[in-house]
DNA sequence: GCTGTGGGTGCACAGTCGTTCACCGAAGTC
DNA sequence: GACTTCGGTGAACGACTGTGCACCCACAGC
């Protein structure tokens, strides 16, 4: 029944990034103060210091934590087993499920996304670096992926850079635009439906495009 | 040499505005105090209360006013007199000019440009609603755009929605990161190609794009 | 079992916050 | 010229902010 005295900080730390995850949900990192966060974990403000050194510490915590679950979610979209079954292969079956994989990872992952879709642009600049920097690494990853996708041969490096720039944007898009709508699954239905088609589009443009020499 | 009352009034509405733009190039709204702004200004802070009932609606203000700039640069890139000069004509034309006409003003509206796409995710939730009815608004003028064009007479009302929704968000994304460079004209002139690259991929993509019935 | 480390407490401080109120004085009205 | 309107002032309030300091006490290592 005892706990040892790592697992106690931890659970506390564990406590502390939940409270800043809640209080995220409705307001930016920015306008977060150590107290209110304090408070929500049962803790006096003082005591926060023994876990971050300020709020800026914490969302650089929080950035990483997202992040993993971003991964994890990138992890099923190779993997392609998404709710479509993945039976229905090639391009069209890729775009279904990957789409149907996003939806899901936004729900289960609700607060994560909405930390990042805000704080992107709002956070305090160590923390827009920290996710601009990971985003471009989840960029450089999808530029790998497409290579080995059949069409793509021919491709310079840095086409294959632009066109996984222009399919994360729609994607973290359209990931915003359904944590907007929350709540309204007729509506989610169609934003995920809009996706697959701006998708669809892209491939189709992809697999038309030659590169410049 | 003297002034009349009401142009005393809209010099110090004008003097809030401007401060509370300048204090939102590195923060957000809602970290954003009411007698920070007074402060700049000049006034005291009770005196802020003569012009605005609270920060919020300094906000709802200023998303006004970015977006009389954002629909000056639409109505550019509508008449198409980019830098490019206008001469080349054709798709390739239209994205040039485009692109360039984009980065000309994320320039010369560089306040209002940040400003909306900080509170685009972060500001007030009144603020980021009436953001996004802009927004949407442009999409709206984009599509009717693009069924001018030659080539999209038989798209349907969704898929042209759906396409103008993936273009603005692509120059949406593309005005964030040149914000986020900001100082660094060869980065600068980089994403600029990208931003054509992708608005080129995205046109191959359309003109090969069968809408479904 | 004694000692020391470290998470958590309580108090205190100097600022800042939004908002109230009574008041001033110049521009506007009659 | 007398009167009103109204943008701006200055003091004051109660609440909240980050942070420093001394302290407590359960767990850790000896």
Redesign the pocket.
């Given at each position: 029944m005892?706990?040892?005295?790592?697992?106690?900080?931890e659970?506390?730390r564990r406590a502390i990034l939940d409270a800043a995850l809640h209080l995220c949900e409705d307001s930016s990192l920015v306008a977060?103060?150590?107290?209110?966060v304090?408070?929500e974990v049962?803790?006096?403000?003082?005591?926060?210091?023994?876990?971050f050194?300020?709020?800026e510490a914490l969302g650089l915590a929080l950035v990483d934590e997202s992040f993993v679950s971003l991964r994890a979610m990138l992890r099923d979209v190779r993997r392609g087993d998404g709710a479509t079954g993945g039976a229905a292969g090639g391009y069209a079956g890729i775009v279904d499920s990957s789409v149907s994989i996003l939806v899901e990872h936004v729900h289960q992952q609700r607060q994560h996304f909405r930390f990042i879709a805000r704080e992107r642009a709002a956070g305090p600049l160590s923390v827009r670096e920290a996710i601009r920097h990971e985003i471009e690494l989840c960029e450089r990853e999808l530029a790998t992926d497409l290579a080995r996708l059949p069409g793509t041969e021919e491709w310079s490096g840095d086409d294959l850079r632009v066109l996984s720039n222009l399919i994360v944007t729609a994607m973290v898009a359209t990931a915003e635009s359904i944590l907007a709508v929350s709540g309204r699954p007729d509506v989610e239905k169609q934003l995920a439906e809009n996706a697959r088609t701006q998708l669809r589009m892209v491939l189709v443009g992809a697999l038309h495009w030659r590169s410049k020499p």
């Open positions: 005892t706990e040892t005295r790592v697992e106690r900080k659970r506390t977060l103060s150590l107290r209110q304090a408070k049962g803790i006096v403000p003082t005591a926060y210091y023994r876990h050194e300020s709020i």
